[in-house]
């Protein structure tokens, strides 16, 4: 295995959560909802999908739970947001550190129990392709999903009916309801939509990334989807090459490191979050780029008028 | 029937009430750990000391596990000082200054600091271990096994404790095979799975096929399980999470310094010193030598016994350092000062050490 | 007939005044009983739990001065979010502000360690606040210039203070005599922040915390600037129109919570911590969010959040140590409690409608809200 593959190889296993969790948010956004609490959703998939794997002994068993806890947890957040019209922001703090702590005491029992990892599954013939094979073809099912999320999202939000629905909520929740579409619905699903992804996201890293649990083992990546879903100004496309970009920074300090290069590690750690700043920036200077892509309504909390 | 209920409840809570007394009666051990109690490493350890002493001696403990090191730790301290603890290990060398500081108001309170150096009361014990001698071991036997001639190494700060490790690991190998190399890559953390198993795998990648680590997760063992390269524990037996490629372990054994210090207390004859446990006295223990050649078992268990019976000492000269300069003539054995603040590299190390 | 489980709200006319009250105790109460649940559910007694954990805290002197250790800088912080958050400012990097002031105020002993008299400490403080106040300016200015997200910018300012922070304790700020290890020197008697009694470790941070809250209750109720702040928040359109310009509204409430947030940074380092190290913070910047909301975005409310959270913390550690829970409860309280706020406040200016098929409950909520 030469070296440039096993790079990408890590690069890949640290983008795929991104990118799941980051188009989970950013369908959510699209509906006008904004979840902050994609942080706490993942770390309840990490705990419930490491959890359900050894209940089972099945890891995919605990990949499908990690979705429906994730959903479930993400209902909490719908119900407060959208019915009782709370503030998102806070509601979804509050929904991070919840996450924070109930994986916490879940967890307890799990701290150094080793875990069952998600088998890759080759597929035959093309994982025989030189260099590409390895790469895209001997993957773990998340991975696969991952790609197959990105198709659909596109496909959803930009020629399907339900998808035009969506994002007529996100810009004008007012128009919306005077068409009859129902927003409250709408949104709800987008939210669980939301909440299925982070937590599917969560479950990849304690069945593929390192398999066991550890206590905030999401380590701040719900925050980087966050990050991602604005730097690709909320196209699907442009998530995917956030989601490749941050995975291959965080990697390529150790390899930096490892060839015995001198640079701060620190700086190299921060070199993500700073790009970020620096794309926000260009973005929003390009106002028609931002006005056509950024949900209106997003943030805002919708009360039908009698 | 409920007569009868009620008695065998009061009963029970009689006894649990006797025996609480009996346990309070004199002396109480309290621990403060830096990680969680089931990181399967520094602080999995400790609390194994811990229950040692609780055995051995049937004194009451009490600990609290990942207390943070900065203000919250001098909280923790200060609570177990004030909740009744006779002798209180603070188990991180980030508690230096809150348990000095606890310590100056407690005078009748033993303190026990580990790994540090500040003792400003005649209350505050230091005490730290020699694990750099098990480094030793476990470079000789990467050589041995080794068929790329290139270990890596995951550590965590750029302190004397790990650089120590580092060059006794490179000196033991180089005994074997003096072109032997070791690639480092820092993670500026003790406890970090994911930045754990991917340094390992950036290791591997970069042809390491044995690595060994000076951080506490097991994440690297598991990497090098699926990985099938060879690896070395840390701190615990993590053979459960390697149980094809672990080659080693060194065991931080604090057991019987604990049980030594906590008897003192229950004696009267506790008195505050700074040692440096080794191998001599049993607190850096060796893992059973599994997954490798049979003559590279008996080389190991050979240099083990020349190290546990002070016979051989691993910075013991000659050795050069990485720049080139002398630094051991031949014969020459390296000073406790030196060894307690080492900040350079010993030649072969494939890394510039952090400034 | 289609069984109708919808929940709907209706707008009250006025503002209900019980629920302005009232709403904050009812989901305190509302926490207590899902905690205790909790307790019971981990197989706990839940009265003795919560005892241990909310009352035993505060029986003592010692862990009050603890306890306003542990608040002083949540409410400095929340303090000056308030005013961000009541203009529809989404400042959420205070945290990065608090270690940027930290860093910032250390600098002075670091760099002149020798320079020992009265004025090192107001200097550092005035470091501090400046320090933080600089992190803050980031994301006003890339808002008013460019439109850029706040919320977005601010929090990913906190990420890079924090890889800062490790920097500096390992390099330039490192003490040269700590054998390598990560951490500025320790502070000499002129350079710590002084204790307020004698009978423990409560320093002045929680005087400046006080002071920040009553300036703050002024400049809302009393002043322009207060009512310009309201109306920005609440009627963007309406405030330009009375010719309030919300640019400077954004640059006064982002230098105003930098510089509380900066200031609790200094006074945690001088005062508690009493040294730079690479953590300064165990997340004060993004507890603060939660007390701001608890406190209503009132200065006086969030006084009170602060203490309650405060002692979520340390209670937290109690039953650590006294039931061997994991103090990650605290997390859960911490989420609960605003959980609870949240959905009680809706209360105030909503009236909850059930579908015809939730009859049963209505007749009980009903009688309830009366």
């Known amino acids: 295995m030469g070296l440039v593959e096993a790079i990408l190889l890590t690069v890949f296993t640290a983008a795929t959560p991104l990118l799941i969790a980051a188009l989970g948010e950013l369908v959510t956004e699209r509906s006008g909802v904004l979840n902050l609490g994609v942080e706490g959703m993942m770390i309840m998939g990490a705990i419930s999908g490491f959890a359900f794997a050894i209940y089972t002994g099945n890891p995919y068993m605990g990949a499908l739970a990690a979705i429906i806890i994730g959903v479930l947890f993400s209902l909490l957040f719908a119900f407060l947001t959208i019915s009782l019209v709370t503030n998102q922001v806070a509601t979804g703090l509050a929904l991070t550190i919840l996450g924070l702590g109930l994986s916490g005491l879940w967890g307890e029992a799990f701290i150094g129990v080793p875990g069952i990892k998600l088998q890759p599954i080759i597929v035959p013939l093309l994982s025989d392709i030189p260099f590409f094979g390895k790469l895209f073809f001997q993957q773990d099912i998340i991975f696969y999903f991952s790609i197959l999320l990105l198709i659909g999202v596109s496909w959803f939000l930009f020629k399907s009916r339900a998808g035009l629905v969506l994002r007529a909520v996100g810009d004008s929740h007012t128009s919306a309801h005077a068409l009859g579409l129902s927003v409250i619905k709408t949104r709800y699903l987008a939210v669980m939509f939301g909440g299925a992804c982070s937590g599917l996201a969560g479950a990849h890293l304690s069945l593929v990334y390192t398999t066991q649990w550890i206590e905030n083992m999401t380590a701040g990546r719900g925050w980087i989807a966050l990050a991602l879903v604005v730097f690709a100004s909320w196209r699907p496309n442009r998530v995917l090459i956030g989601a490749y970009l941050f995975g291959a920074v965080g990697i390529a300090q150790l390899h930096i490191q490892a060839l015995g290069f001198k640079i701060p590690t620190q700086f190299l750690s921060a070199l993500p979050y700073l790009a970020t700043i620096v794309v926000l920036v260009i973005i929003s200077q390009n106002r028609r780029l931002t006005m056509v892509n950024t949900p209106a309504s997003l943030g805002k909390g919708f009360v039908a008028d009698k | 029937m409920k007569k009868l209920l009620a008695s065998i409840a009061g009963l029970g809570l009689g006894l649990l009430a006797s025996t609480g007394v009996s346990f309070a009666a004199d002396t109480k051990a309290c621990f403060v750990y830096v990680g969680p109690i089931g990181d399967f490493g520094w602080s999995y350890q400790h609390d194994q000391g811990r229950l040692a002493v609780e055995k051995e001696l049937g004194v009451e403990t009490a600990f609290q596990e990942s207390v943070p090191e900065g203000a919250d730790a001098e909280r923790a301290i200060e609570r177990f000082a004030r909740s009744g603890c006779n002798i209180i290990f603070t188990t991180s060398f980030g508690y230096m200054e809150p348990t000095n500081k606890v310590a100056k108001k407690f005078p009748d309170v033993k303190f026990e600091h580990a790994t540090g150096f500040k003792r400003e009361s005649e209350n505050v014990s230091t005490y730290s271990g020699k694990f750099y001698q098990g480094r030793y071991v476990q470079g000789k036997i990467a050589a041995m096994e080794s068929k790329s001639g290139v270990a ?38 003790w406890f970090d799975p994911g930045k754990e198993a991917d340094a390992a795998n950036t290791l591997v990648a970069q042809g390491a096929d044995i690595l060994t680590q000076h951080t506490d997760s ?67 223990v060796m893992a059973p030598y599994t997954n490798m050649k049979p003559e590279t078992a008996k080389a190991a268990a050979e240099i083990e016994a020349k190290i546990k019976s002070n016979e051989f000492e691993p910075f013991t000269g000659p050795i050069t350092k990485q720049d080139g300069t002398e630094w051991l003539k031949d014969g020459q054995k390296a000073d406790i000062g030196t060894l307690l603040g080492m900040n350079f590299y010993v030649k072969g190390v494939d890394d510039q050490l952090p400034q | 007939m289609q069984p109708d489980f919808s929940i709907r709200l209706e707008k009250r006319a006025t503002t209900s005044t019980f629920f302005a009250y009232f709403s904050p105790f009812i989901a305190l109460i509302m926490m207590l009983i899902a905690g205790g649940m909790l307790f019971f ?23 009050l001065h603890e306890l306003a250790i542990k608040s002083s800088p949540l409410i400095l912080i929340a303090t000056g979010l308030c005013l961000c958050f009541r203009s529809g400012n989404w400042n959420i990097g205070a945290e990065g502000q608090f270690i940027m002031g930290g860093i910032a105020g250390a600098s002075i002993p670091v760099f002149f360690p020798e320079f020992t008299s009265f004025w090192i400490l107001p200097l550092m403080l005035i470091s501090g606040v400046l320090g933080g106040m600089v992190w803050a300016l980031i994301p006003a200015i890339l808002k008013n210039r460019f439109g850029t997200n706040e919320i977005l910018t601010s929090l990913m300012l906190v990420y890079i203070a924090g890889h800062f922070l490790d920097w500096i304790v390992r390099g330039p700020f490192r003490n040269p005599e700590g054998f390598n290890f990560p951490g500025s020197i320790s502070f000499s008697q002129w350079q710590v922040l002084p204790e307020v009694f004698s009978s423990g470790r409560m320093h002045y941070g929680m005087i400046f915390a006080i002071i920040g809250v009553i300036v703050v209750w002024f400049l809302l109720s009393k002043t322009m600037k207060g009512f310009e702040i309201l109306v920005i928040g609440q009627a963007p359109r309406a405030g330009q129109f009375a010719g309030f310009s919300p640019q400077k509204t954004t640059l006064f409430v982002f230098l105003v919570s930098g510089a509380f947030a900066g200031l609790a940074g200094i006074a945690e380092v001088s005062g508690a911590i009493q040294q730079l190290r690479p953590s300064i913070s165990p997340g004060y910047g993004f507890t603060a969010i939660i007390v701001a909301f608890l406190g209503r975005l009132n200065p006086l409310g969030i006084f009170a959040a602060g203490i309650v959270l405060a002692l979520s913390y340390l209670g937290g550690e109690a039953v650590q140590i006294s039931l061997n829970v994991t103090d990650k409860i605290a997390n859960v309280f911490q989420g609960l409690l605003l959980f609870f706020v949240l959905g009680c406040d809706t209360l105030i200016h909503h009236r909850i409608r059930f579908g015809h098929s939730w009859g049963f409950i209505k007749q009980g909520v009903q009688h309830g809200t009366g």
């Open chain 2, 218 to 284: 097991t994440a690297a063992m598991q990497v090098a399980q699926e990985k099938g390269v060879k690896a070395f524990g840390q701190a615990s037996d993590m053979i459960n999470f390697g149980k094809d490629v672990q080659l080693t372990a060194i065991i931080d054994d604090w057991s019987p310094y604990y049980i030594e210090r906590v008897k003192a207390i229950k004696d009267g004859t506790w008195k505050q010193h700074d040692v440096w446990l080794g191998m001599d006295k049993g607190d850096v």
């Open chain 3, 41 to 63: 559910l981990m197989g706990h007694n839940p009265f003795k739990a919560l005892y241990v954990y909310f009352i035993e805290p505060l029986t003592d002197t010692w862990t």
């Open chain 2, 152 to 189: 890596g190494y995951i550590a965590s700060f750029p302190i004397p404790e790990v650089v120590r490790g580092i060059n006794s690991f490179i000196l033991g190998a180089q005994s074997v095979n003096p072109d032997f190399k070791l690639k480092v890559v820092w993670v500026n953390s």
